[in-house]
């Protein structure tokens, strides 16, 4: 792969990456005449004295830090050495991640089950309806699935009758009932809810990748959906900081595909590859409406056929996550359906 490298002439060094690849580099820079030698070594020469690339990823762009993105760049390992009477430093790092995953949560990740089925999401509605519309009421009252919380929110209070404007005047109100709900409750919401096949798996295969960014498009308020991936223990497998697109975001899915991309570029992702893994019609609409390539999982309440329909020919459709070798050479473009 070609690798385009500019030195001005002090010790600052600016990459232009032209193209990316899985594999580690390493880079010497003579310190004293600026000359440059790179060539690529495998990843199994870290050094396990180190922080690994992920962990260096993640502080290297953590907002909190102060560091700031270094140029798609994670430095995992610095070395001085003498080279012809110069100081050599020889830099091991890893790439930016080239390809970026997003997953909807419900009916993809996981699915409810039980008599308390997604108790906590839905007693987070029910909440807020009480507590800002002074009403008794359920989700369960109107089609849901494939929709996004503000959407779910607003066609619910229609089915009972609220005007328009009262729904518009009270919706972001709402959203923070639910949030307030939300947090008082963050244990329960694992409650009624599992974990679908092979996404454990197929989520630690694919967070020990250093070439793919993984996130959440969902419908769900940011908070709720990353409550619930924390309390059934998948948050850590998540590219940190977390990110993604959320029905606190905007109302289309389509455009949450979107905003994930947008605040992917801000996190190092620098290629032009972007799954996108739901269990819905929505889901693979948004997909190809945001530019993503669709993968749709028979998880949900929508069987195949639905799910092609729904594409513009382009999706492919699995029964599920469980075949991980094959979903990570699909990511990874190996995989040819």
Not at 49 to 70: F, M, Q, Y
Not at 126 to 150: C, L, N, Q, R, Y
Not at 252 to 260: D, H, Q, T, Y
Request: glycine share 8%; hydrophobic share 40%; net charge neutral.
């Amino acid at each position: 792969p070609k690798l385009v490298l500019v030195v001005v002439l002090n010790p600052l060094l600016v990459l232009h990456l032209s193209s990316m690849f899985s594999t580690s580099l390493w880079l010497s820079v003579d310190t004293h005449s600026y000359k440059l030698a790179f060539g690529h070594v495998p990843l199994a020469r870290k050094s396990s004295r180190v922080l690994s690339c992920n962990e260096h990823r993640k502080r290297a762009l953590d907002p909190t830090s102060g560091r700031g993105p270094t140029l798609g760049i994670s430095f995992c390992n610095r070395r001085t050495n003498r080279l012809r009477g110069h100081s050599v430093t020889t830099l091991h790092c890893v790439m930016a991640p080239s390809t970026l995953i997003t997953f909807d949560v419900d009916g993809t990740l996981i699915h409810s089950v039980g008599k308390d089925a997604n108790k906590f999401h839905k007693d987070a509605f029910s909440f807020a309806f009480k507590k800002v519309f002074g009403i008794d009421a359920s989700i369960d009252e109107i089609p849901h699935h494939g929709s996004t919380d503000k959407l779910v929110a607003r066609d619910t209070l229609k089915h009972r009758g609220i005007a328009e404007e009262e729904i518009d005047s009270k919706l972001d109100a709402y959203c923070e009932a639910m949030l307030e709900y939300a947090a008082q409750n963050k244990k329960s919401a694992s409650t009624g809810i599992q974990i679908l096949p092979g996404v454990v798996e197929l989520l630690k295969a694919l967070h020990g990748r250093d070439d793919m960014l993984i996130a959440l498009v969902t419908g769900n308020l940011e908070p709720i959906g990353w409550t619930k991936m924390e309390e059934l223990g998948l948050l850590p497998f998540f590219s940190a900081p977390n990110f993604g697109g959320f029905g606190s975001d905007h109302t289309s899915r389509g455009e949450l595909v979107k905003i994930a991309a947008e605040r992917a570029r801000t996190y190092g992702w620098t290629g032009d590859k972007h799954w996108h893994v739901g269990d819905t019609p929505n889901d693979i609409r948004a997909a190809e409406y945001g530019g993503a390539a669709a993968l749709g999982v028979c998880t949900g309440v929508f069987g195949k056929e639905e799910l092609e329909k729904s594409s513009n020919g382009s999706a492919v459709i699995l029964p599920d996550l469980s075949d991980v070798d094959i979903v990570v050479d699909l990511f990874a473009g190996i995989t040819v359906f």
